[in-house]
């Protein structure tokens, strides 16, 4: 844009893309002078926030529904791509061996399978030695993005799940121990023989925790990277969507990984403050383009090129970015 | 003292002299209204943050009423909320830590003040002072990262193993098999795992040793050393001059000190968040995991909405009362010393 002042924009919510605005926020004013400013308070937070107007834009974990969306005079679309993956504790089972299924996953939170030698468990994994150890389940015990797109992609595979438990970003978890945070997570997952976690992948690249595989939507076997988080972002059904009210949990791709994540940025219609809100789509115009390689460095994917052609036209028919 | 002035002084200094006792009159005046809005402040600001948190969380006691306070669900997805859990944790936690904290900080302080040598003073007073200083977020992560699995690999297996109806050795020890319910506050549904009650207890109990104990010291040393000298010229041991001299000569404000300690344990929450599990299932052991007051509030208030919003308000409300009537307790326990004592 190339503004001759800076101009500093304000956004608030999520922090499971904190890491990646921040890197991209830094660039960016490295390259115009306008410098973001975002407080990475939890997605909760972030709406009140942006309905409160007291920021330029929101970013949530959980979409908004299109009455809320209606009612406050709001848009929303999904900036970045990241996946969360099961991490384990077994002895002798190394990263990407041990295979589960969304049924059998959702059956190990609901404390049916208790141990790790169940027949659902050691089907999956012929050939694989697995101990017998208890099953110890972690789960988060703060609000977060995480928790709800993990519990959402469970209550899509088993009906129990979906009728008792629900999703959101803190539910009442029928088993186990919450550990706060990632951080919080895979410490206790590293800690607990026999335990079963989840996390960002980053976390679970970062801390070499052992993770699983899994079966996707389409039936095929996959392993978390960043192919298969991108052919999730790919394959979800934005086009019948509504203000991109997708979550893209259980994509049906081919390659697809069950378990993928996005966050929305939410805007306001018409700004109370348009030179804020064109420096910020400016901004996110800049780094769905240009802020790839950025993202790929700290494990999030970007977005499929139809996708962000389709959240730029979004701008100009909804947000009045034109 | 103004009456002083004589006769023989005139008129002009005597006006001026009365024209200075009045600004000195109003001075004081002003000064005492600057220090009665100072300590108004104080109670304005806690009866505020008492009132808000009641406010914001009327919605959960409206929706809950006293089932509220006597329910261990906490149920988000279906907005179903019990403080029954995080009261439990707050208080069990709480407890633990003064179990430990009380009687290590009495042995820091006697110690320091009668015991110890010269020269070992000041280094460790100042090294207790500095304990004090340390974040609390530092405590969790040592609590997580090496205290909890210190706890799972030595502590847990000792005490399941002896007090515990489902020991992971399989032997049921004698105690658990004569004395009843004992087995109760012993068991744990993952044995192998540090998080707890006990852990948090323990990691707490750290945290307030330098409040408790400094405050301990200060009051020891101003017992009069003629009063000690005396004890001791009569032949007492240390030990009797610590209990019969130095203790009721400092006895409310070393309670003083415990209450404090006691205060900054109910209201702990990035260490506890770490170390106590978070979970919300009803249970008496100390070794299963739980949740506190302030750890579910720390937890849940970023992503919490609506009803679970306010609920969360309610709790902060409730710490609020427990903490209150753990102060009561302290006056009423203070006073009846007072009364045995015949003053």
Known sequence: MGAAQATDITGAGSSFVYPVLSKWSAKYAEATGNKLNYQSVGSGAGIAQIKEGTIDFGASDAPMS???????????????VGGIVPVVNLQGVQAGQLKLTGAVLADIYLGKIAKWDDPAITALNPGLKIPSNKITVVHRSDGSGTSFNFTNYLSKVSPEWASKVKFGTAVEWPAGVGGKGNEGVSQYVRQIPGSIGYVEYAYAKKNSISFAQMQNAAGKWVQPNADTFGAAAGTADWASAKDFNVIMTNAPGEQAWPITATTWI???????NPSHSKVAFDFFKWSLEKGQSDAASLDYVALPTTLVQKIEAYWASDLGNK | MHASVSNAVPSAERAAEAARNAKDSRDDRIFGWVLKGCALIVLLALVGAAGSTLWLG???????GFGFLTSATWDPSNDQ?????????????????????????FGIALFLTEIAPQWLRGPVSSAIELLAGIP???????GLFIF???VAEHIKPWLMNNFSADPPDGQVSWLVTHVPAIGKFFA????????????AGLVLAVM????ISSVMREVFQTVPTRLKESAYALGSSTWEVVWDIVVPYTRTAVIGGVFLGLGRALGETMAVAFVLGNTFKFSLSFLETSSSIASTIANQFGEAQGLQRSALMALAFLLFVVTFIVLLIARLMLRRMAVKEGK
Do not use: C, N, R
């Open chain 2, 188 to 199: 744990s549904e993952y044995p192998f795992f540090g998080a707890g009650v006990l852990t």
């Open chain 2, 136 to 142: 609390s977020i530092i405590y969790g992560m040592w």
């Open chain 1, 66 to 80: 299109g009455e809320d969306l209606a009612k406050f005079g709001l848009g929303q679309f999904p900036s970045v």
């Open chain 2, 81 to 105: 909320y019990g403080a029954l859990v995080p009261i439990m944790g707050t208080i069990g936690t709480a407890f633990i830590a003064l179990l430990f904290a009380v009687p290590v900080s």
């Open chain 2, 58 to 64: 009327s919605d959960a006691f409206h929706t809950f």
């Open chain 2, 208 to 211: 307030i040793i330098p409040f």
């Open chain 2, 148 to 150: 909890a699995p210190f």
């Open chain 1, 266 to 272: 939410i805007m306001y219609k018409k700004s109370k």
